[in-house]
């Protein structure tokens, strides 16, 4: 006798999960590893955020020191920076992630338009080479390119004639320095999604438009990049929860403790390093980090809901 399954509320769910696992159980195995990673590393140690409501002391460990509630956020609030540094990380992160991935997306159809094979594996490569190199060599590139005695751009400025210029005393222009060398070390790792999902469209939908007429910018126009759509949109939304969550390394090993650049450059990462640098604090460390996760999670909650209501299929949940 068959056995009639509850096909609505939470039991239908459940014998349609089970149901699924039955028939792809090869590919739930496949995803095993990933899923125990976030289980160990994200959701285990999310009650350690408490950290950030208590007078931490090691001897009482984290839930049994005081309770003493926005005590730790204090630090982020009386020194009147608040609203610089959260202005700074939220603009820095937003312009990375739409000319990232306005650059990630250009990179790969330009790529996967290149026919010569030889010439498009040592493109790919340079492209990404970048992403290889550590933040602190970058930071000496860029001192050895801006340095006002004898960096490369003012010995090329005095040998022309020309004045020199104090590159670490213009705060204005490091936001361009900073954008134009995050862009140049992640184009090409970030540039690898999207030349894959590239590569897994259908060839007889690109034949299908040739028949039609179309050209090779209609293609790209018409297919390529409405294939590409749900792809910007899923990572567009994982990059904007970590929106507060600046490039530490990136900035600091640009900037360092300048002090004259902090009003263009500080974000909530580099000041909270300045701040706990003579005295490490656990308890305001979480604080911060709290701050930023809160503010992530409302952003993509908000962004989320409204991809929903524009185009449910591209939304997250």
């Given at each position: 006798?068959?056995v009639?399954?509850?096909t ?15 028939k792809?159980w090869?590919?739930f ?12 590393f994200s959701?285990v140690p ?6 950030a ?8 460990g984290i839930?049994?020191?005081p309770?003493v ?6 630090f982020?609030v009386?020194?009147?920076d608040?609203?610089v540094?959260t202005r700074?990380t ?7 992630l739409?000319?990232?991935?306005f650059?990630?997306?250009t990179f790969?159809?330009?790529?996967s338009?290149i ?5 498009k594996?040592?493109?790919q490569?340079?492209?990404?080479f970048?992403?290889?190199i ?7 590139f860029a001192?050895n ?8 751009f003012?010995a090329l ?5 020309m004045?020199?210029f104090?590159?670490?005393?213009t705060?204005?222009i490091w936001k361009?320095i ?7 070390k992640?184009?090409?790792?970030g540039?690898?999604v ?6 897994g469209?259908s060839d ?10 179309a050209?090779n910018?209609?293609k790209?126009?018409y297919?390529?990049?409405p294939m590409l759509?749900p ?6 939304l994982f990059?904007?929860?970590?929106i507060?969550?600046?490039s530490f390394?990136?900035f600091?090993n640009l ?10 450059t ?7 390093f300045r701040?706990l640098?003579?005295?490490?604090n656990?308890t305001?460390s979480?604080a ?7 503010f992530g999670?409302?952003?993509?909650l908000?962004?989320?809901f ?9 939304a997250?949940?």
């Amino acid at each position: 006798m068959a056995v009639n399954h509850p096909t609505t509320g939470l039991a239908g769910h459940f014998y349609s999960f089970i149901h699924e696992l039955r028939k792809n159980w090869v590919l739930f195995l496949m995803l095993a590893p990933a899923i125990v990673f976030f289980i160990v590393f994200s959701y285990v140690p999310m009650p350690g955020a408490y950290i950030a409501f208590v007078n931490y002391n090691i001897s009482d460990g984290i839930f049994g020191s005081p309770f003493v509630g926005l005590q730790n956020f204090k630090f982020l609030v009386t020194s009147g920076d608040l609203w610089v540094i959260t202005r700074n990380t939220l603009l820095y992160n937003l312009v990375f992630l739409a000319l990232g991935n306005f650059l990630q997306i250009t990179f790969a159809i330009m790529l996967s338009e290149i026919g010569c094979v030889w010439y498009k594996k040592l493109t790919q490569s340079i492209i990404l080479f970048p992403h290889f190199i550590s933040m602190v060599i970058v930071g000496v590139f860029a001192y050895n390119f801006f340095n006002y005695d004898n960096g490369f751009f003012n010995a090329l400025f005095t040998s022309a004639g020309m004045e020199r210029f104090d590159f670490y005393g213009t705060p204005g222009i490091w936001k361009y320095i900073i954008v134009f060398f995050n862009v140049w070390k992640g184009t090409g790792y970030g540039m690898i999604v999207y030349l894959a999902t590239i590569t897994g469209i259908s060839d007889d939908i690109y034949e299908a438009a040739y028949i039609d007429g179309a050209n090779n910018w209609k293609k790209i126009r018409y297919i390529t990049i409405p294939m590409l759509k749900p792809t910007f949109v899923l990572l567009f939304l994982f990059g904007l929860g970590g929106i507060l969550k600046g490039s530490f390394d990136l900035f600091y090993n640009l900037v360092g403790n300048n002090s004259l650049l902090f009003a263009q450059t500080d974000i909530i990462d580099t000041y909270v390093f300045r701040s706990l640098m003579g005295q490490f604090n656990f308890t305001q460390s979480a604080a911060a980090g709290v701050y930023q996760s809160v503010f992530g999670l409302i952003l993509v909650l908000t962004v989320n809901f409204i991809v929903r209501r524009v185009d449910p299929d591209d939304a997250l949940f």
